[in-house]
T-cell receptor, first 112, second 113 residues
Framework: GNSVTQMEGPVTLSEEAFLTINCTYT??????LFWYVQYPGEGLQLLLK?????DKGSNKGFEATYRKETTSFHLEKGSVQVSDSAVYFC???????????FGKGTSLLVTP | SQTIHQWPATLVQPVGSPLSLECTVE??????LYWYRQAAGRGLQLLFY??????ISSEVPQNLSASRPQDRQFILSSKKLLLSDSGFYLC????????????FGSGTQLSVL
């Protein structure tokens, strides 16, 4: 079956530090990959996505590259801000399916 | 623009009591609708999805049921809650063309005591 594994949190970083949140997946086919973010007090929202191998998704300074050879989709940002504090979810979707499989989520706290 | 409403935000219920969580979507027609649950220490788990009125697919056998009485209304229910039903429940919708973008409600924190 399909599954997503994310690094355990919480992650605490100082402002302007480099961020990496690891995500690996298991899938029977060729899924699309996503990062969702949940800011405090808000619902989940799509951060970025990639639909095929070697694609790079990017948004708000965040990037993730779809690596089929390592079955990974790690989230990176060169310089985090306090406003990036949130919970980040990696997810996958089989292109012929209806729903997403989510990882457990990684809590990020950025301190001034 | 589309909006999704989910209520209540928090709920404390005794074991054995019934449950009804409601979710409505505005500004779109014939959406795909979903109920997810996030239990402590676990990831988001898909419980039910619906592609149309009266069409419900269950992903995980459990103590819960879902109904879609109207195009933009999705209800999560239980006749008798268990302790293990505690968690954070999220309703979501997506366009009928696919699941690449899910729009989530703000969630319901359910505590079964």
């Amino acid at each position: 079956g399909n599954s997503v594994t994310q690094m355990e949190g919480p992650v605490t970083l100082s402002e302007e530090a480099f961020l990496t949140i690891n995500c690996t997946y298991t899938a029977t086919g060729y899924p699309s990959l996503f990062w969702y973010v949940q800011y405090p007090g808000e619902g989940l929202q799509l951060l970025l996505k990639a639909t095929k191998a070697d694609d790079k998704g990017s948004n708000k300074g965040f990037e993730a590259t779809y690596r089929k050879e390592t079955t990974s989709f790690h989230l990176e940002k060169g310089s985090v801000q306090v406003s990036d504090s949130a919970v980040y979810f990696c997810a996958l979707s089989e292109n012929s399916g209806y729903a997403l499989n989510f990882g457990k989520g990684t809590s990020l706290l950025v301190t001034p | 623009s589309q909006t999704i409403h989910q209520w209540p935000a928090t709920l404390v219920q005794p074991v054995g009591s019934p449950l009804s969580l409601e979710c409505t979507v505005e500004g779109t027609s014939n959406p795909n609708l979903y109920w997810y649950r996030q239990a402590a220490g676990r990831g988001l788990q898909l419980l039910f999805y619906s592609v149309g009125i009266g069409q419900i697919s269950s992903e995980v056998p459990q103590n819960l049921s879902a109904s879609r009485p109207q195009d933009r209304q999705f209800i999560l229910s239980s006749k008798k809650l268990l302790l293990s039903d505690s968690g954070f429940y999220l309703c979501a919708w997506s366009p009928t063309t696919g699941t690449e973008k899910l729009f989530f409600g703000s969630g319901t924190q359910l505590s079964v005591l």
